[in-house]
């Protein structure tokens, strides 16, 4: 009877996973159509001229894939509008919300995209289980997707930025998952964000919301 009440509780578990992952996906993609063609020109044009200059960029590499990439994910979730506030958040302002959506947009509010060593990648039951270490805090997880939304393949041992909620059983990913620049970036990052720490006390989620692009883009600026 015991067994049965916990294969009942799994089961269910999995379902709720399976929902939120859904409902997490379309939250996602709503906020990211909105940053895309609800953001006046002005805003745009703001976050590029602040993007290039705070990463250094050369004009060149501004029409880059990569660089895009990354450019539309911060432009979502890390740049400040001139009213201070993230194009996220302005989202969920303008619209109306149930509780349980309202709960995995602040989970997506705080998210960051985290440096993370990549340690075991395997597909199971059409899903695509990607274990990595935080290299901030060293701590690993196994973070869930589907196949198909990681356009490159990952190797076991190389650093890669990718930005994470938790859901019932398993952490969800969502957006792109980012290479380092460089390969070598581990150490100068840890480094990087202890100075910080301890000249400013920020948290590490706030320095990588702040600081990630400098090291997904490093050899392109």
Request: net charge positive.
């Amino acid at each position: 009877m015991q067994d049965k009440e916990l294969l009942d509780l799994s089961e269910y578990r999995l379902k709720k996973q399976l929902i939120a992952q859904g409902q997490i996906d379309e939250l996602y993609q709503r906020s990211y159509q909105y940053a895309l063609k609800e953001t006046n020109i002005r805003e745009r044009v703001r976050a590029k001229m602040i993007f290039a200059k705070r990463f250094k960029l050369k004009e060149a590499s501004l029409v880059s894939k990569k660089v895009e990439d990354v450019f539309h994910q911060w432009f979502l979730f890390d740049y400040k509008t001139i009213k201070g506030q993230t194009l996220f958040f302005q989202f969920l302002q303008s619209r109306q919300h149930s509780d349980p959506i309202k709960m995995m947009g602040a989970l997506l509010l705080s998210a960051a995209p985290e440096p993370v060593i990549a340690t075991e990648i395997r597909s199971e039951n059409d899903e695509l289980f990607i274990k990595a270490v935080n290299i901030i805090h060293d701590q690993e997880e196994c973070v869930k997707t589907f196949p198909g939304r990681v356009k490159d393949e990952i190797h076991r041992g190389s650093l890669y930025f990718m930005r994470k909620v938790p859901l019932v059983t398993d952490p969800w990913l969502i957006g792109p998952v980012f290479e380092a620049g460089d390969s070598g970036l581990q150490a100068v990052i840890k480094k990087h964000y202890r100075q910080k720490n301890h000249e400013t006390g920020v948290l590490w989620r706030t320095f990588l919301k702040e600081e990630a692009p400098s090291y997904i883009l490093k050899g392109d600026s």
